[in-house]
């Protein structure tokens, strides 16, 4: 096959090429054809959820200090330990960590033990009911939701999770930047 006026190649007939345009996730295929098009999803069958799941520690003003992104059928408590040890890792020194009440699985006696940080779980008051503001919790919430801000952050468009990663580092030191010129310009 020679390439056209443009130097692009033209696609082969239906046949011989088929199945090496299948294993990369030819963009003629239907959803349903190849599974692993879009990277390592998950399914987390507590949240009814498919995907990937975003586990970030933040600081007390909400700024990302690490991130970890895997598929969905990983555990809450697996994740918050992935996160935890990316940041021993990288030599954080940290004070009080609050954690939602999904996280309580172990993960407490785990941080204290093997990495020396303290977990202080924050529950939800007993007898609520509907939407109730926890302390501390809205810091992270907060957070989540400046990421949802950037459109390519809406939903997982990424198809690694090194790269979904990469664009929510960007995101958040996008947000941090903008933060940081207000409060210099006042």
């Known amino acids: ?45 507590g949240k009814k959820t498919s995907g990937r799941k975003r586990h970030g520690l933040v600081d007390t003003e909400g700024f990302l200090t690490e991130l970890e992104v895997h598929p969905a059928n990983v555990s809450e408590s697996a994740g918050a330990k992935l996160v935890l040890a990316k940041a021993k890792a990288a030599g954080r020194r940290l004070g009080t960590i609050w954690i939602d009440g999904g996280y309580q699985t172990g993960v407490v006696e785990w941080a204290q033990t093997e990495l020396g940080y303290t977990l202080e779980v924050v529950l939800r008051p007993p007898g609520s009911a509907g939407f109730t503001v926890l302390p501390r919790r809205w810091v992270v919430e907060r957070t989540f939701a400046w990421m949802g801000r950037y459109r390519r952050l809406s939903k997982d468009y990424e198809a690694l999770a090194a790269s979904s990663e990469a664009v929510i580092w960007a995101a958040c030191g996008m947000t941090m930047l903008r933060r940081l010129v207000k409060h210099q310009a006042s």
């Not at 294993?23 to 390592?40: A, L, T, V």
């Open 1 to 45: 096959m020679g390439t056209d006026g443009w130097g692009a190649t033209p696609r082969p007939a239906h046949g011989a090429g088929t199945a090496a345009r299948a294993e990369r996730g030819d963009p003629g295929q239907s959803d349903g054809e190849d599974d692993g098009k879009r990277g390592p999803r998950g399914y987390d069958a």
